[in-house]
């Protein structure tokens, strides 16, 4: 059974930092060809925030572009998120996925696999 658990979610003030992890069970992360992070609020669609694939290459959202980075240990079965200069608008919740032929790295439609998602609160 694939579990995807995310964790480092909490409550920060505008300008801090906070790193998501998503660890990987059943799953094995160097054979799905894309990892990404999303996030959603109530009453919003989930859009992405940023995603990874096999040969390390990233993309992410102009929203956050520059702030938030990406990376994931292959060994360790590991995806993080690394977030600076968070804004009161990055408060969501955050969920990491794992896709097999992602043809589209921002569109939730393409990943198939999704953990329960971690919470981000940031403070103005």
């Known amino acids: 059974q694939v579990r995807l658990v995310e964790s480092g979610g909490g409550s920060v003030q505008a300008g801090g930092s906070l790193r998501l992890s998503c660890a990987a069970f059943?799953?094995?992360?160097?054979?799905?060809?894309?990892m990404g992070w999303f996030r959603q609020g109530p009453g919003k669609e989930r859009e992405g925030v940023a995603a990874?694939?096999?040969?390390?290459?990233?993309s992410c959202a102009d929203s956050v572009k520059g702030r938030f980075t990406i990376s994931k240990d292959n060994a360790q079965n590991t995806l993080y998120l690394q977030m600076n200069s968070l804004k009161p608008e990055d408060t969501d919740m955050y969920y990491c996925?794992?896709?097999?032929?992602?043809?589209?790295?921002?569109?939730?439609?393409?990943?198939?696999?999704w953990g329960q998602g971690t919470q981000v609160t940031v403070s103005s």
């Open positions: 990874i694939e096999n040969d390390g290459s990233t």
């Open positions: 059943g799953l094995t992360y160097s054979r799905y060809s894309t």
């Open positions: 996925a794992a896709g097999l032929y992602v043809a589209d790295r921002m569109s939730p439609a393409d990943f198939s696999y």
